[in-house]
Nanobody, 124 residues
Framework: QVQLVESGGGLVQAGGSLRLSCATS????????VGWFRQAPGKEREFVAA????????YYADSVKGRFTISRDNDKDTVYLQMNSLKPEDTAVYYC?????????????????WGQGTQVTVSS
């Protein structure tokens, strides 16, 4: 049983930083891609960033490129999303997701496993 558990969300002022964590368990994630998505009220769930577990290759949405960094810790089986220079429009529930394979896809329907989400609120 694959489990993904997010943590690290909270309330921060614009310009501030947060680091989200996604703890993985239940499988060896060496052949997985792990991604972060977010969903604001009344909006579709959108892609934020993804990382290929084996190579560490990454891909980012244009809206977060240069501000967010995705990384993984193999020893802790955890994926991180470092978010800097946060803006009010970054406010959303952030979800961690995983899929088998090596393709860094931005399509949420390609991901098989999801966490419960963590709220990020950026005040202006």
């Amino acid at each position: 049983q694959v489990q993904l558990v997010e943590s690290g969300g909270g309330l921060v002022q614009a310009g501030g930083s947060l680091r989200l964590s996604c703890a993985t368990s239940g499988r060896t994630f060496s052949r997985y891609v792990v991604g972060w998505f977010r969903q604001a009220p009344g909006k579709e769930r959108e892609f934020v960033a993804a990382i290929r577990w084996t190579s560490g290759g990454t891909y980012y949405a244009d809206s977060v490129k240069g501000r967010f960094t995705i990384s993984r810790d193999n020893d802790k089986d955890t994926v991180y999303l470092q978010m800097n220079s946060l803006k009010p429009e970054d406010t959303a529930v952030y979800y961690c997701a995983a899929r088998m394979g090596a393709v860094l896809t931005t399509n949420k329907d390609d991901y098989d496993y999801w966490g419960q989400g963590t709220q990020v609120t950026v005040s202006s």
